[in-house]
Nanobody, 123 residues
Framework: QVQLVESGGGLVQAGGSLRLSCTAS????????MGWFRQALGKERELVAT???????YVADSVKGRFTISKDDAKNTVTLQMISLKAEDTAVYYC?????????????????WGQGTQVTVSS
């Protein structure tokens, strides 16, 4: 299986910056795309930024220009640099890893999730 461990969340004032990191371990050959979702209290989980299976990056319009996603394939790590944070960015941020069809089909999971890291932006 695949384990995803996030780090870097915390409390920051509006306008501040945070850097989130996620490192995959275990059967890392089973996943291709990695990225970040977030879930605010009382809201659905939403995609923030990710690398698709082919390697191209996606960043949600709501954070474009403020959040940057990067990856280090050699270290199985994906990083989310967040600047100009707003109160509405407050959420639990989850790292995800996608298992595409035909890869590690023995696994019952198509998506692996980290445990989540809290980001709180005070206004």
């Amino acid at each position: 299986q695949v384990q995803l461990v996030e780090s870097g969340g915390g409390l920051v004032q509006a306008g501040g910056s945070l850097r989130l990191s996620c490192t995959a371990s275990g059967d890392t050959n089973c996943i291709t795309g990695m990225g970040w979702f977030r879930q605010a209290l009382g809201k659905e989980r939403e995609l923030v930024a990710t690398f698709w299976d082919r390697g191209d990056a996606y960043v949600a319009d709501s954070v474009k220009g403020r959040f940057t996603i990067s990856k280090d394939d050699a270290k199985n790590t994906v990083t989310l640099q967040m600047i100009s944070l707003k109160a509405e960015d407050t959420a639990v941020y989850y790292c995800h890893g996608n298992r595409p069809p035909g890869r590690c089909d023995w696994s019952p999971k198509e998506v692996f999730w980290g445990q989540g890291t809290q980001v709180t932006v005070s206004s």
